[in-house]
Nanobody, 120 residues
Framework: QVQLVESGGGLAQPGGSLRLSCAAS????????MGWYRQGPGKQRELVAG???????NYADSVKGRFTIARDNAKNTVYLQMNSLKSEDTAVYYC??????????????WGQGTQVTVSS
């Protein structure tokens, strides 16, 4: 079983910054992809950013140039640096990690979610 623990959400003013972290633990053999999703009020969950084991990244158009995803493979941790925050970034942010464990094989786990509120 793989557990994900998120941290770093909170309240920020428009134009401000926040940094989210998500640490994975358990009998992890390898991690393939790590990503961040968000779900705003009355909206469907959407991909914000993803990063592969090789470091390739992809971003939603709405966050390109403002958000940066990074991972620390030694710590099984993924980060999301959010700059120039806008009110429309307000949402619950979830991390997602996929890989393989010992001995059961493939896993695809979600974090518990962390609230990000952008408001003056």
């Amino acid at each position: 079983q793989v557990q994900l623990v998120e941290s770093g959400g909170g309240l920020a003013q428009p134009g401000g910054s926040l940094r989210l972290s998500c640490a994975a633990s358990g009998s992890i053999l390898t991690i393939y992809t790590m990503g961040w999703y968000r779900q705003g009020p009355g909206k469907q969950r959407e991909l914000v950013a993803g990063i592969t084991s090789g470091g390739r990244t992809n971003y939603a158009d709405s966050v390109k140039g403002r958000f940066t995803i990074a991972r620390d493979n030694a710590k099984n941790t993924v980060y999301l640096q959010m700059n120039s925050l806008k009110s429309e970034d307000t949402a619950v942010y979830y991390c997602n990690v996929a890989g393989r464990t010992l001995p059961t094989g493939a896993f695809d786990s979600w974090g518990q979610g962390t609230q990000v509120t952008v408001s003056s």
